[in-house]
């Protein structure tokens, strides 16, 4: 494989997404393949790091460039999440992520839009998009408790193929077929 990132600049124009491969923690081709993709091609698309991504490396894969990550099927999300924050506080314009990431933890739904409606209606841009930034971490990390707490992948793929059935079921004893099998 090619590990210059100077071979894609024919196709940097109509790329959306790079994303570089993290084989081993060990391996730092990917910051410098980051870096010179930002400084020397210029490219603004979203950088990704993929593999084998590490909690502690989320702070300076940022300063290298990337803007987003995904973590291996045998990491832990939390532990992500929690990296995503301490990164967010490390940053001057995020600084009280950590604190505000609790607080939002607690609030309703409804609340933590009429925060942001506060924030955004009375003019200060940076404190709202520092607090939506928090809220979507606050609420992924949300989703992937519950997520786990429902059973993870196996359960919910249990859930969705009883709810098909019962559709399937449903839509039959009203008359109408499936194109597809039932499996």
Request: charged share 25%; with cysteine; proline share 4%.
């Amino acid at each position: 494989a090619n590990d210059d990132p100077e071979t894609l600049q024919p196709w940097l124009a109509s790329l959306p997404l790079i994303a570089i491969d993290f084989p081993s923690f060990r391996d730092g081709r990917g910051y410098s393949q980051a870096y010179l993709l930002r400084t020397r091609l210029g490219w603004r698309g979203e950088l990704r790091a993929v593999g084998d991504v590490l909690r502690d490396q989320l702070a300076h894969m940022r300063q290298c460039g990337f803007d987003a990550f995904a973590i291996r099927a045998d990491k832990s999300l939390t532990d992500a999440l929690k990296g995503l924050a301490a990164v967010l506080e490390a940053r001057s314009d995020f600084s009280g992520a950590a604190e505000t990431y609790e607080a939002i933890l607690k609030l309703e739904p409804g609340n933590a839009m009429a925060y942001w409606g506060l924030a955004r209606a009375s003019g200060n841009r940076e404190r709202a998009q520092r607090f939506m930034a928090q809220a979507v971490v606050a609420a992924l990390r949300a989703a992937i408790e519950q997520f786990q707490e429902e059973g993870g992948q196996p359960a919910r793929l249990a859930r969705y193929t009883e709810n098909c059935r019962t559709l399937v079921d449903g839509m039959r004893a009203l008359g109408f077929r499936t194109f597809l099998p039932d499996e």
